[in-house]
């Protein structure tokens, strides 16, 4: 768990700006493409490409906002404002992207469409598959380096990370790639049959995907910003650690929260040996300190309450949950 920071944030900053920069373009390149063609499938993958600018945008704004010191008014920090922002980007997903997919494909196969030349629409795919291949490689690269350095294979990683900005970039170029190809699908359908209903079937399965992907993120983002803990190995290897730890006896209890990509609070109810005197219960909780810190670096609060373990017990003996 030896990561840096810094290096961590610029890294995330680095990715959603390179996904910004080659969704827009991608956007404006379908939307042409899309009026020209007539496609529905094509005007949905460019309200999908839009969608996704809006979310790397507010992405940055996060990455930011987040980056604020903890001051008077707020004392551990504005980590949380990186999980708000994030989760109005998975609802400009589902509004911007989902819902505009799903409605244009239901119209398209009640009221049908007149298909055009769908040569413009093959070659604005072809160009929008490179580059959203160079975004995904961009994310997918720096979350194999973060798994890499948490030891976890990439899928765990992804899946476990708060660092929703990296996942959110992983996720959605992977599912612009799929949305890719089904528009593909629908152009090439229509194409041989001469009707838009492969259209419309491939603009609703974008919208599909777009649901997905919005519920995903949305879930993952509500779940911190709620309160998530550290990985039960981890909160166990804590543990262990608090218990080599001179003069303390249990570790009664221990509560941690995830409150940014690296940022953790930990705070234990421990008992410490009747014969210690209060300045040895002081430097062993500076010392219990400074050993979380330097093995997990992400540890960046520490709070240890000093507990008699009857009282402990007796206080879980009367609490009836």
């Not at 920071?5 to 990715?15: I, R």
């Not at 976890?152 to 959110?168: C, N, S």
């Not at 090439?188 to 492969?198: F, H, N, P, Y």
Request: some cysteine; hydrophobic content about 50%.
């Amino acid at each position: 768990m030896t990561v840096d920071e810094k290096g961590t944030g610029g890294e995330s900053v680095g990715t959603v700006v390179v996904a910004a920069l080659a969704n827009l373009g991608i956007a404006l390149a379908k939307a042409v493409a899309g009026v020209i063609s007539g496609s529905s499938a094509m005007l949905s993958e460019a309200a999908h490409s839009f969608a996704d600018t809006v979310t790397e945008l507010m992405l940055l704004t996060s990455l930011k906002r987040s980056e604020k010191p903890a001051d008077e008014d707020h004392p551990l920090g504005y980590g949380g404002e990186r999980y708000v922002w994030a989760l109005l980007a998975a609802v400009a997903t589902f509004v911007g992207g989902a819902v505009f997919s799903l409605y244009d494909g239901i119209h398209t196969l009640v009221a049908g469409e007149d298909l055009g030349n769908p040569l413009v629409s093959y070659i604005v795919l072809a160009i929008a598959f490179v580059l959203e291949g160079f975004s995904l490689r961009t994310a997918v690269k720096q979350a194999r380096g973060e798994a890499a350095r948490w030891r976890a294979p990439i899928g765990t990683y992804l899946k476990h990370t708060p660092d929703t900005a990296v996942k959110a970039v992983v996720l959605e170029d992977s599912a612009a790639l799929a949305g890719l190809v089904i528009a593909a699908g629908g152009l090439l359908g229509g194409q041989l049959t001469g009707s838009g209903v492969w259209d419309g079937i491939a603009s609703l399965c974008i919208g599909l995907l777009l649901l997905w992907v919005a519920w995903v993120l949305g879930r993952s983002n509500a779940q911190l910003l709620v309160g998530r803990p550290l990985p039960e190995r981890v909160r166990a290897e804590m543990r262990e650690l608090l218990l080599g730890v001179e003069h303390v006896e249990a570790v009664l209890e221990l509560t941690t929260l995830v409150q940014g990509p690296q940022e953790a609070l930990v705070a234990a109810k421990v008992d410490f040996r009747d014969a210690s005197t209060a300045a040895q219960i002081e430097w062993a909780c500076e010392d219990a300190a400074r050993r979380l810190r330097e093995r997990f670096p992400l540890v960046r609060r520490v709070y240890l309450d000093p507990t008699p373990g009857f009282a402990q017990r007796r206080t879980e003996g009367l609490n009836p949950w």
